[in-house]
């Protein structure tokens, strides 16, 4: 049977008030439990009434913005550049020379060449199929048998 926690325990959790593993409990228990995510949502309700509020959103939005900028750019400065050889412009360049190169040098047209050697070859190897085979000694045979029968009709 599923358990279900109070109010004040939701509280408490919205408070930030319990230790990190009943955080854990608590958050997989709101996965599972429909009731409990109700008490949730009302104890966040309940919290935010509590909160002060913001009198210039506008401003408090601009700080925060500017914030998140400064941090960005502190990252970035703390990231070193890749070298040339290891972006993907410079792997693509090189792709594409050894393209051209091979091109130029006929690497392709001998490897065509090749396939149609092998395509030929297939082609000669290959027998007519035993069915056609069947069939055109059925008509020879056919054909022998109305031959004596009209000899047979002239005699």
């Given at each position: 049977?599923?358990?279900?926690?109070?109010?004040?325990?939701?509280?408490?959790?919205?408070?930030?008030?319990?230790?990190?593993?009943?955080?854990?409990?608590?958050?997989?228990?709101l996965y599972t439990c429909d009731q409990c995510l109700e008490l949730y949502i009302d104890a966040v309700d309940k919290q935010e009434e509590i909160l002060p509020s913001i009198s210039d959103e506008a401003a408090f939005m601009n700080d925060i913005m500017k914030k998140i900028s400064n941090d960005m750019v502190i990252?970035?400065?703390?990231?070193?550049?890749?070298?040339?050889?290891?972006?993907?412009?410079?792997?693509?360049?090189?792709?594409?020379?050894?393209?051209?190169?091979?091109?130029?040098?006929?690497?392709?047209?001998?490897?065509?060449?090749?396939?149609?050697?092998?395509?030929?070859?297939?082609?000669?190897?290959?027998?007519?199929?035993?069915?056609?085979?069947?069939?055109?000694?059925?008509?020879?045979?056919?054909?022998?048998?109305?031959?004596?029968?009209?000899?047979?009709?002239?005699?």
């Amino acid at each position: 049977m599923t358990t279900h926690y109070s109010r004040d325990h939701w509280m408490k959790y919205v408070k930030d008030e319990l230790n990190e593993t009943e955080r854990i409990v608590l958050e997989d228990h709101l996965y599972t439990c429909d009731q409990c995510l109700e008490l949730y949502i009302d104890a966040v309700d309940k919290q935010e009434e509590i909160l002060p509020s913001i009198s210039d959103e506008a401003a408090f939005m601009n700080d925060i913005m500017k914030k998140i900028s400064n941090d960005m750019v502190i990252e970035n400065v703390g990231e070193k550049k890749r070298p040339f050889y290891q972006s993907s412009i410079f792997h693509y360049a090189i792709a594409a020379s050894l393209t051209l190169l091979l091109m130029s040098a006929g690497f392709f047209q001998s490897i065509i060449k090749h396939t149609e050697t092998i395509q030929k070859a297939e082609l000669s190897v290959k027998q007519e199929p035993k069915s056609g085979g069947l069939v055109d000694k059925t008509f020879a045979w056919m054909d022998s048998f109305e031959g004596n029968k009209k000899e047979d009709f002239k005699k």
